[in-house]
């Protein structure tokens, strides 16, 4: 149980089984039209679970969320503070602002789509103000990979050789590392990542 950051392929993206988004691709691509832009189609189909590949994005949000939000206030505008938290599903499309659609998704009354390249460059500042190690933890997230990484003392122990402001706060360092990365994956892949 908990809230899981994900991946999603073509196949769940565009609606082709029972647990698909085909309602939220389709809304999605009524509004980017709207917008005068292309629609999202280029969706990666899953592939077979490698680890360490990079084909796939899995991080369980375990730790308090306190601290990454007082990162967020003190470094981030007010509207850049609700673009970075506020979304439930994030795509590889630059978008200028979030979109809300008036479809239900895991956690709220609607869904809330956010670019990646603006969510990236988000993170990216939030990790240099705290110094995040990027070159040492996970590159990858197909298994939980940071979160073992930060849960299982890895983190604890690269903190003690290698000490900075992202070693005073693993939980804030943690959720500054899943974003930086769910955005980095998102637009690599070209796929959709969303809360479940």
Not at 10 to 33: M, P, Q, S, T, Y
Not at 52 to 67: I, N, R
Not at 70 to 75: D, K, N, T
Not at 144 to 159: P, Q, S, Y
């Amino acid at each position: 149980m908990g809230i899981y950051l994900v991946n999603v392929g073509a196949h769940e993206w565009f609606g082709e089984d029972e647990e698909g988004r085909g309602d939220v691709a389709a809304a999605l691509n009524e509004e980017l039209g709207r917008r005068g832009l292309p629609p999202y189609t280029g969706v990666p189909e899953e592939t077979d679970f490698a680890p360490g590949s990079g084909t796939a994005f899995e991080e369980k949000l375990v730790p308090p969320m306190d601290g990454f939000v007082a990162l967020c206030r003190a470094h981030l505008t007010t509207a850049e503070q609700e673009l970075l938290l506020g979304w439930t599903v994030l795509v590889p499309v630059p978008l200028d602002e979030e979109i809300e659609l008036p479809i239900e998704s895991a956690h709220d009354l609607t869904t809330t789509v956010a670019g990646a390249p603006q969510v990236l460059a988000l993170a990216e500042r939030l990790a240099a103000a705290v110094e995040l190690p990027a070159d040492v933890m996970p590159a990858t997230s197909d298994n939980l990979e940071l979160t073992g990484w930060f849960l299982d003392g890895a983190a604890k122990r690269t903190a003690a050789a290698r000490p900075g402001p992202w070693a005073d706060d693993l939980d804030t360092a943690f959720y500054t590392a899943v974003y930086l990365r769910a955005a980095q994956h998102s637009i690599r892949r070209g796929c959709p990542i969303v809360y479940s």
